[in-house]
């Protein structure tokens, strides 16, 4: 049994090209797909991704309790993204930040080319090809920042490779069917002639050194795991009916068997980490609480430009699975339908469906489409110089392209109206540290500017968050619960998920725990301005711009027999914003000698070193 990979396919269905308005299509097809895939905004945790791994190659061992954190000292902290911020660490110490902007997009190119390639010696013609690559690339982008989770991904991409590859000679077909081979005939049917021995089985041994990787680089790997023992279970299921039943004889049994014994492997060599199955099981325990306050982990927001994204692709999904005359595959099919309704539960796992889709669509979206093409009786032709125009049409369209792609490539920012840029510059200039409190998605911003050793010169000068991005890997729900109602308060309209031990909802716990020193508030969007004017006696106004307010503890800032004193014409109040941009990491070197601002001026500076 042969599939139509194994087929001979003519010229322009086998990877070739027959002219080159084709192969200018599929390189503007490609670039186009990168732009989309190259989002050159820095990610809120990126400074802890890189500062965490900076960490483990200091210290040449991994922490296992919460560093840079006063609320969760010594508490367990459980860190599935290790081997991801080591490799971000390297690349930025090395390389610098355009460092991790390249080898984004060079991963992108990865996944846009496995699709757009596999697709074309599919057979699926250079149309097909390109929408699939372009609807893919669309519904990722909004998830392809710099984050660890590039890497599950990545070995998404890659697992489905291997299983395209290793049953090339057995997917694309319905094999659920139980009178394939006669009771009669199962005796003679020997293992090679299912099609799934031999060498290609073979291949699948990858997965095991794959999964190793992928367990210890981000906790995505969890859903590989339920993918690849659910694909490589089916196909055990299919083995054994194709060669001819229940009955001990059958072949099938074998082949079965190995790929059974592949599974439980691959779930095994997850266990291969620093945590062992502490990991897993911690995982499983988070996976079960939701998380309504993070949007990745909200439903699909079906009414936004990225959930029609994701909705169009679905669309596109299902009208070619409905009018292919081409045979379905069960086991793609299943897959397909769980990785939706995941995509649908949480909008993070919609990367695993469109990257799945894909690879598995396109040739019943070219069945799809072949017969609803209506025949058309005349040949057009096309002129010498209308020909040359198109050419030239395209070309240039790939100019524009490539340049914003060039753009996009030469610089990692740091949006001034997203992250306190001037808030955090104006603490380190002043020498402002304690501890603090701030807003989660600005946390790992401030551990690594005024809690790190990286960017402080004077050890007395490092502070501590009261929590951060890291969630539920090192700090306990009730801080989790906390943190929110300082940011939500008791919104009824908010969805929570709280501790049944956390006390009563009081969006002022957080400013009273542990007793904080700082405040770095996020005035966009949020409650907590109106949190903090109604705590004005315990703290007063240290610095404001148009999104970040920074509040000092009144009996240390407005003590003028403390030391760490600040006169009124130290203080900046304004409400002034910028909407450009700096270079990541946006953290300038403390100015020993520094001019001190008297005005309501912005702070402003060109650049940062890394």
């Known amino acids: 049994m042969t599939s139509g990979i194994d087929n001979p396919l003519p010229p322009e269905r086998n990877g070739r090209f027959t002219n080159s308005v084709d192969l200018l299509l599929l390189l503007i097809v490609v670039i186009a797909a990168a732009l989309a895939m190259s989002p050159n905004v820095a990610d809120p945790d990126l400074w802890g991704h890189v500062q965490f791994g900076r960490d483990v190659l200091a210290s040449h061992s991994i922490a296992d309790t919460t560093s840079y954190s006063f609320t969760a000292e ?25 460092g991790l902007v390249i080898g984004k997009f060079l991963l992108s190119l990865f996944v846009i080319l496995a699709i757009l390639i596999f697709n074309l010696k599919q057979g699926t013609g250079t149309v097909v090809a390109s929408i699939l690559t372009l609807l893919v690339a669309a519904n990722l982008g909004y998830h392809w920042s710099i984050r660890p989770q590039l890497s599950s991904f990545v070995a998404f991409t890659l697992l489905i490779l291997l299983f395209q590859y290793g049953f090339a000679g057995w997917r694309d077909h319905w094999h659920l069917k139980f009178s394939s081979v006669k009771k009669s005939e199962a005796r003679r049917l020997p293992p090679e ?108 927001p079906l009414f936004s430009s990225v959930g029609i994204k994701l909705w169009f692709l679905v669309a596109v999904t299902g009208l070619a699975l409905w009018g292919s005359r081409r045979e379905h595959d069960a086991t793609q099919s299943l897959i397909l339908a769980i990785l939706f309704w995941q995509s649908v539960a949480h909008f993070r796992h919609a990367p695993f469906f469109a990257i799945a889709a894909g690879f598995w669509i396109g040739p019943h979206l070219k069945s799809t489409l072949d017969y609803w093409a209506k025949p058309t009786a005349t040949t057009v032709h096309t002129s010498v110089w209308s020909r040359a125009l198109l050419q030239a049409g395209l070309i240039l369209l790939m100019i524009i392209s490539g340049t914003m792609l060039g753009n996009r490539l030469s610089d990692l920012q740091v949006r001034r109206d997203q992250f306190p840029v001037d808030a955090i510059d104006f603490m380190r200039q002043q020498g402002l540290h304690g501890k603090l409190v701030v807003s989660y998605d600005w946390a790992q911003y401030s551990i690594a500017a005024l809690c790190s050793d990286t960017y402080l010169d004077d050890p007395s000068q490092k502070s501590q968050v009261a929590f951060d991005g890291r969630f539920r890997t090192c700090y306990p729900q009730p801080i989790i619960d906390m943190h929110f109602d300082f940011l939500y308060g008791n919104t009824p309209s908010m969805q929570r998920h709280r501790d049944s031990q956390s006390l009563s909802v009081d969006s002022g716990r957080v400013l009273r725990f542990g007793s904080p020193d700082l405040v770095l508030l996020k005035r966009q969007g949020e409650r907590t301005e109106n949190h903090m004017y109604e705590n004005t006696p315990q703290w007063t106004l240290l610095y404001q711009d148009a999104i970040a307010q920074v509040w000092g503890r009144s009996t240390i800032y407005d003590n003028l027999e403390h030391p760490d004193h600040m006169p009124v014409g130290l203080r900046v109040v304004h409400d002034k914003g910028s909407s450009d941009s700096v270079t990541w990491p946006a953290i300038r070197p403390v100015q020993n000698h520094a001019v001190q601002p008297k005005t309501t001026q912005l702070l402003t500076f060109l650049t940062y070193p890394e």
């Open 193 to 300: 002639e299912l099609g799934i021995c031999g060498f290609r089985l073979k291949v699948l041994w990858l997965l095991v050194p794959l999964f190793f990787i992928w367990a210890n680089s981000h906790g995505g790997f969890v859903a590989g795991v339920a993918v690849a023992v659910a694909y490589l279970g089916l196909r055990a299921v299919e083995a054994i009916i194709e060669g001819g039943g229940w009955q001990r004889t059958n072949p099938g049994w074998t082949v079965a068997g190995r790929l059974l014994f592949m599974a439980a492997l691959i779930g095994m060599v997850t266990l291969a980490n620093p945590y062992g199955a502490g990991l897993q099981i911690w995982l499983l325990e988070s996976l079960g609480s939701p998380r309504p306050e993070i949007s990745d982990w909200s439903t699909s």
């Open 74 to 98: 010594g508490y367990r902290w459980i860190n599935h993204e290790n081997l991801s911020e080591i490799v971000m660490a390297l690349v930025v110490d090395y390389c610098g930040p355009l």
